[in-house]
T-cell receptor, first 115, second 115 residues
Framework: GAVVSQHPSWVICKSGTSVKIECRSL??????MFWYRQFPKQSLMLMAT?????????EQGVEKDKFLINHASLTLSTLTVTSAHPEDSSFYIC???????????FGDGTRLSIL | AQKITQTQPGMFVQEKEAVTLDCTYD???????LFWYKQPSSGEMIFLIY??????QNATEGRYSLNFQKARKSANLVISASQLGDSAMYFC????????????FGKGTRLHILP
């Protein structure tokens, strides 16, 4: 079945550093990937839609200069949290969709902790 | 605007009993898709079941079935013969007709299966 790999699964870093999270579709090509953020005990909130070869589409209220998204190939999208601060600490999870089936397939998520 | 409502923040169910998780939705689009995902404490999002708005029959996947009542705009998840491993957070989600469109999630229901 469709598999999405997300790396790293856990990041702890100091305030002010930038953190890159990778999302890969392992056995299919994904023209569109999605990035979500989830705070503890809350639902997933869509941050942006990542389109291969073009600029990402950000949801209202999401700072595009803060959360840089690159979709360089049909199997890889990256989210970079720039100059991270403690309030950026959260669970970030990506998803991708195959051509032929409706559901989005999710990566295992990245727990980001900014000290 | 699209909206997903899950009115049960938490449920406790005895093992081996059936359980129904409620989900209602609101959309003006004639074509849409409905999903259920399971999120264990480890964080990954596990796809359970999908129902298209034009599907004539209710979707079933093993112990999972989706009680789709289009006129009432409800898409309840039914889990038969619940197991301890079913304890998790469950999210109902909806996507507009276009397969590349984003999906939105409800707030989730935390299900506890009691031994």
């Amino acid at each position: 079945g469709a598999v999405v790999s997300q790396h790293p699964s856990w990041v702890i870093c100091k305030s002010g550093t930038s953190v890159k999270i990778e999302c890969r579709s392992l056995d299919f090509q994904a023209t569109t990937m999605f990035w979500y953020r989830q705070f503890p005990k809350q639902s997933l909130m869509l941050m942006a839609t990542s389109n291969e070869g073009s600029k990402a589409t950000y949801e209202q209220g999401v700072e595009k200069d803060k959360f840089l998204i690159n979709h360089a190939s049909l199997t890889l999208s990256t989210l970079t949290v720039t100059s991270a601060h403690p309030e950026d600490s959260s669970f970030y999870i990506c998803s991708a969709r195959t051509e032929n089936t409706p559901p989005q397939h999710f990566g295992d998520g990245t727990r980001l902790s900014i000290l | 605007a699209q909206k997903i409502t899950q009115t049960q923040p938490g449920m406790f169910v005895q093992e081996k009993e059936a359980v129904t998780l409620d989900c209602t939705y609101d959309t003006s689009d004639p074509s849409y898709g409905l999903f259920w995902y399971k999120q264990p404490s480890s964080g990954e999002m596990i796809f359970l079941i999908y129902q298209g708005s034009y599907d004539q029959q209710n979707a079933t996947e093993g112990r999972y079935s989706l009680n789709f009542q289009k006129a009432r705009k409800s898409a309840n998840l039914v889990i038969s013969a619940s197991q301890l491993g079913d304890s998790a957070m469950y999210f109902c989600a909806m996507r507009k007709g276009n397969r590349d469109d984003k999906i939105i999630f409800g707030k989730g229901t935390r299900l506890h299966i009691l031994p």
